[in-house]
């Protein structure tokens, strides 16, 4: 490990701690660049404190190595070591970011963008001598290229960045206008330890683990011009087989099944993924995986950034009985590197739709001074809000009736019996209003229909104000609106290729060993709870249309779709063919048929070891007694658990338990939960194999749900959470210090998602 108890080791102790102050004070970006100039400008006069592993430099390339790692993602450190006259080619880093010459010189040119798409240099060229620090960010000025002007002394940066650099999704430019995605790593090698672990911040850190394999993928990663025909790699030290991004590629194109499974936390996958590659974070697999790649051969490609989670949950995979499991050879530093396309934010494969859709077919949309005007005017409109009903109440525009996206078509003839009546669809943003606005058109409408441009986030962009808990819903539709609107859905089916099956064909599906078959209920929660079809799941179809990534986990699958009205699975069929899935609509789905009333019971694996169990009476008691001290710790979701915990739980996530446990307040008896008690169940054994003997580690079945069933009362807020929160994505608009510029940003990202499909060229979207 590196030596971190030397005087001089101090001066990066100190930084981090000031560092970590300061993100925590949340200051606007130009405060917050200014204020951190001042506490590196100390770290730059002195030149004993960085260990020599970490200025090494490569003979050909330029080399990043990670310092320190913020263990909420706020910031990272790094050393950029350039050898004589290395440089990197002209590129971004989309996010703030400071760059100080610690040893060497350092020159600088800024670029910028011609009207007719070529880089260009802007500015002087900024020549930087130790001491000296420069600032970029997406605000200030993010793009240009740096170089070592010396011609026989490596020069060592020390840089600050926003998040975590080496995970981040960033681009390099060709003076063309060209632009490429890569995400570079680190060149620190698997078994190097970054940093010492005793930095006195004010959260005891985690230091983050190198994010490539090789030095050749991060390389390669950053200069794609170097790359020949593949990557090159290091024999394995795992018995799995490797898939390259041609074998995954050209599987895609061949409609093969495949799942394509990113094993990391949700904010690191949002960050940059395949298109295709579905998130279920190595803490689920057990809990998730049957019900999601419900076939045990399906083919599995697994991959992370290097955080050496693949082989991890490859070997998970392999204990729940999958037989055909390979490594993403690189992972994603690989697959970039070879030329794959990589996506940020989630479900992408349904946003990128529905902006295809909306290229494609024109689909009319109303701005929101347009919207606007009509509402004040009070023409006649009526304006139907297509997100599911919690989403709608936590915000919409005042007037606005839910109408989840499912049931537009079906509900739209009643809600609007004059055919004069304008139809004007919203969401938050824009997939499920265009798609929305586009489905009552295939269904051939035939009011004037229109999506909301932006949705609310347009709506906010514009000063306008938006209304929380609103109550507005749909009422019951017309049995003469359902025939017209059914026989409109059943010719869009055929127009699609869809097939209508019985009930013998869809058994025949299910008992074929080679196929997945998905069979989803796709009317409302409540409709399938009254009654539904012996094991079918429930996925209303807006939501099923808008997170395919979720539902749909095996590429290439077939998903038979039903319902009760003959409307709403012919739309879902549809729409799931033109996204490139083999979708059926089963014909005779008939209510008295709909037995069942419960959900399918979850068919989960069994553990590596016997787990003791506890009841929600005993737990409480065993809270209560302060003689025999028992802890909670819950593993599930961490936005659950901000909201409602049991009291005095501390959250710890499951991936990072090893590393975080210390955190945790001594106990005689822990007892393990979650929000249903199914990824808690797995932890058990984690848990016991770090505690010392003689302490009891139990398990909490139903998880908190169990408690709250009991009447027990619960806790909120964050007090206890002992590991970051990455496990769930926050949007960069959300809770940001400039929010419309942020929100501008978001938007611009969904509209450049048609340019993104175009390069990665996989995606088998056929618009009717």
Not at 272 to 300: K, N, V, Y
Not at 622 to 647: C, E, Q
């Amino acid at each position: 490990m590196y030596e971190a108890t030397k005087p001089q080791s101090q001066r990066l102790h100190q930084f981090l701690a000031d560092m970590t102050r300061l993100v925590e004070l949340s200051p606007a970006e130009d405060e917050l660049l200014t204020q951190a100039q001042q506490l590196m400008a100390p770290l730059l006069t002195h030149d004993d404190w960085l260990h020599p592993e970490l200025a090494q430099a490569h003979p050909h390339h330029p080399q990043l190595y990670l310092i320190y790692a913020d263990p909420a993602n706020r910031f990272s450190v790094v050393s950029l070591v350039s050898g004589p006259g290395q440089s990197t080619p002209i590129h971004d880093h989309t996010v703030w970011g400071l760059s100080g010459v610690l040893r060497g010189n350092q020159s600088c040119q800024p670029f910028s963008k011609m009207s007719d798409g070529r880089w260009v240099p802007a500015g002087f060229q900024i020549d930087m001598l130790p001491g000296h620090i420069e600032a970029v960010s997406p605000r200030i000025g993010d793009v240009h290229k740096v170089w070592n002007p010396l011609p026989d002394q490596a020069c060592v940066c020390i840089e600050v960045y926003q998040g975590n650099i080496g995970e981040t999704a960033r681009h390099f430019y060709r003076e063309d206008g060209s632009r490429h995605v890569f995400v570079q790593g680190y060149a620190n090698s698997p078994g190097m330890p970054i940093a010492a672990t005793t930095v006195q911040a004010p959260v005891a850190p985690v230091m983050a683990a190198p994010v490539v394999s090789s030095q050749a993928t991060k390389l390669n990663a950053l200069h794609p011009e170097s790359v020949a025909v593949g990557v090159t790699t290091a024999t394995p030290d795992h018995p799995f087989k490797l898939s390259t991004y041609p074998e995954v590629r050209q599987a895609l194109l061949d409609k093969q099944e495949i799942a394509l499974v990113d094993v990391r936390e949700e904010q690191a996958y949002a960050q940059s993924h395949p298109l295709f590659a579905i998130q279920l974070p190595i803490g689920r697999i057990e809990a998730d995986a049957w019900q999601r790649i419900p076939r045990r051969d399906t083919p599995l490609v697994v991959l992370d950034n290097g955080e050496g989670l693949s082989v991890r949950a490859a070997e998970l995979f392999q204990r729940l009985g999958y037989s055909d499991i390979r490594i993403l050879q690189n992972g994603l530093a690989g697959w970039a590197a070879a030329g794959g396309e990589l996506f940020s934010d989630v479900n992408v494969p349904s946003k990128a739709f529905g902006e295809w859709v909306e290229a494609q077919r024109k689909t009319p949309s109303f701005s929101v001074q347009e919207v606007k005007a009509l509402i004040d005017s009070g023409a006649d409109m009526v304006l139907l809000d297509a997100r599911p009903f919690d989403e709608y109440q936590h915000m919409s525009i005042p007037g606005a009736i839910n109408v989840p996206g499912g049931e537009l078509v079906l509900r739209a003839r009643t809600l609007a019996p004059s055919a004069t009546t304008r139809i004007v669809v919203n969401c938050a943003g824009r997939t499920r209003s265009i798609i929305g606005a586009q489905s009552l058109i295939n269904a051939g409408i035939p009011n004037p229909v229109c999506a909301l441009r932006n949705g609310t986030l347009g709506w906010q962009l514009a000063g306008l104000e938006l209304t929380t808990k609103a109550q507005q819903t749909f009422g019951e539709y017309t049995e003469e609106d359902r025939k017209k609107t059914a026989a409109s859905a059943l010719a869009l089916l055929f127009r699609a290729g869809v097939q209508r099956i019985d009930r013998q064909a869809l058994q025949q599906m299910q008992a074929d060993p080679s196929r997945t078959t998905y069979v989803l209920d796709v009317r409302l929660a409540q409709e399938y709870a009254q009654g539904h079809l012996p094991g079918a799941v429930n996925v209303p179809g807006g939501q099923l249309l808008y997170e395919t990534d979720h539902y749909l986990a095996v590429r290439g699958a077939r998903v038979v779709v039903y319902d009760s009205d003959g409307v709403r699975a012919c739309m879902a069929a549809s729409w799931l063919a033109q996204m490139g899935w083999e979708s059926c609509v089963l014909k005779d789905a008939l209510p008295e048929q709909f037995t069942e009333t419960e959900s399918p019971a979850p068919d989960l694996p069994g553990t590596v070891e016997p787990v003791q169990e506890v009841d929600p009476v005993t737990l409480k008691e065993w809270l209560a007694n302060r003689s025999n001290l028992s802890m909670v710790i819950d593993v599930g979701s961490s936005s659950t658990y901000v909201k409602k915990h049991i009291p005095g739980a501390w959250w710890l996530l499951r991936s990072q338990m090893a590393q975080d446990f210390s955190r945790v307040h001594k106990a005689n008896r822990y007892v393990l939960t979650c929000d249903d008690g199914r990824a808690s169940r797995y932890a058990v054994a984690e848990l016991r194999r770090l505690v010392r003997p003689g302490i009891e580690v139990y398990w909490l079945p139903g998880g908190n749900a169990s408690w709250m069933a009991q009447g027990f009362s619960t806790q909120q807020g964050e007090s206890y959470v002992a590991s970051p929160r990455n496990d769930k994505y926050r949007r960069p608009y959300e809770g940001s210090d400039h929010m419309t510029e942020a929100m501008q940003a978001y938007l611009e990202w969904e509209h450049g998602l048609v340019e993104q499909l175009r390069k990665d060229g996989t995606h088998g979207f056929k618009v009717i």
